[in-house]
């Protein structure tokens, strides 16, 4: 930002956006008018300063984030084995293993109605399947 300064004010005011204040607060709060933040958040050096500054959050977010994923995972499995709720139980351990394995993906087929029975082998074997889904568990 050669040529461009940004004062204490404008920094202060930079800071509060950030944390939610709105606009009259942060007037009240600088002891400037509104009209006074509305000038100052339309110039270019603001702007950068304040996008800057938003990257540098969600950075510093994610890393906190990252950091704990090894907590996290751990919380997961506790709930996939031990949890009461057989649906939060379910929930768990088919996100875990969407997450080793991937999302699986299932592709809409036509029901054939006619005389070969398709449609039933169709239900019995996504019967067969749910079952099988039933009895997964993770293994430690």
């Known amino acids: 930002m050669e040529g461009h300064i ?3 004010q404008q ?6 956006l950030l944390a939610g204040e709105n606009i009259s607060d942060i007037a009240k ?7 006074t933040i509305y000038d100052w958040k339309s110039r270019s050096e603001i702007k950068a300063e304040l996008e800057s500054r ?3 959050l969600k950075k510093s977010a994610q890393d906190k984030i990252t950091n704990d994923i090894g907590t996290f995972v751990d919380n997961m499995k506790k709930l996939a084995n031990s ?17 080793c ?13 006619n005389s070969t029975g398709k449609e039933n082998t169709d239900k019995n074997t996504l ?14």
């Not at 019967?127 to 430690?140: R, S, Y």
Request: charged residues 30%; aromatic residues 4%.
């Open 54 to 56: 938003r990257e540098q």
């Open 29 to 35: 709060t600088l002891n400037v008018a509104r009209s």
């Open 127 to 140: 019967k067969a399947e749910l079952n099988d889904l039933k009895n997964l568990t993770v293994v430690k």
């Open 11 to 16: 920094d202060k005011m930079i800071d509060l």
């Open 83 to 99: 949890s009461t709720d057989i649906r939060v139980k379910f929930q768990a351990n088919k996100y875990l293993i969407d997450q």
């Open 6 to 8: 940004v004062t204490a």
């Open 101 to 113: 394995l991937g999302s699986p993906s299932a592709a809409k087929e036509d029901i054939n109605t």
